[in-house]
């Protein structure tokens, strides 16, 4: 019973956009795939030990030959706050719309790690993740505390020789560059958003998928509400008792 009362979401991403704005081109050496790169869903369960994830793609690549057993892409989840948040999706080259997140999860070759972001904009880490591979998927248990959240999802592409194991765009061809059409382009070659939303790549901005709404905010609003309705009736009673003579 409690496992059919859990949280339980899936959310899906048009397949064969890996690509960034259309121009991205993918490394050579070693060989990508936009298969390997191409987010297609996510789906969220709560568990007694927190959040899991299982992040789908086109195709689970190893291009890199990572004991891991995949290294094409790291995949950051940041997981929208109750009330505010941060705004910049890391150094992603991305900022969010509709809210800001609390919880930064990134699953990478080089080691998956959970961070939450206190109300000074400082990080912490929680518990790492664990990660297991299944077919063209990665399931992934996190401390995350279980909830419906809103999302905001990238995947980029990987490399070990960089200090954070993300190869960022470049307008610089080369067999092992990301080559893209500008210089600030976004990090990410893909990125989970609804049907027809562009923004990431043309304005930077990204909005979250998932439970959009801020739920603690609208709660507050709804209280607020109800107090000032209850307000309003007892001053029209007392008015009334101090009025006797006063009719409709």
Known sequence: MLALLAPQTRLTDPAADARGDGGYVLPTRPAFTQDMLDLRALDTRGTPQGMQFTVTYGQLGNPWNSPAGFSAGVTDIFVKGALGGQATLGDLGLRTSGGGWQYHLRVSPGGSTLTEVDARGQERPLAAPTVQVSGSSLIVQTALPEGRYGYWV???????????????????????????????????????????DTQAYTRGTLGPVGE????????????????????????????RRLNPRVRP
């Open 154 to 196: 990238t995947n980029s592409v990987y490399s070990p020789l960089t200090r954070d194991g993300v190869l960022r765009p470049t307008t610089t061809p080369g067999p092992t560059a990301l080559q893209a059409g500008r210089a600030d382009a976004p990090v990410p070659v893909d990125v989970m958003a609804t049907p027809g």
């Open 212 to 239: 959009t709404r801020d739920l603690v905010g609208i709660g507050l609003l709804a209280l607020g509400g109800v107090g000032l309705l209850i307000t309003v009736i007892a001053t029209v009673f007392v008015w």
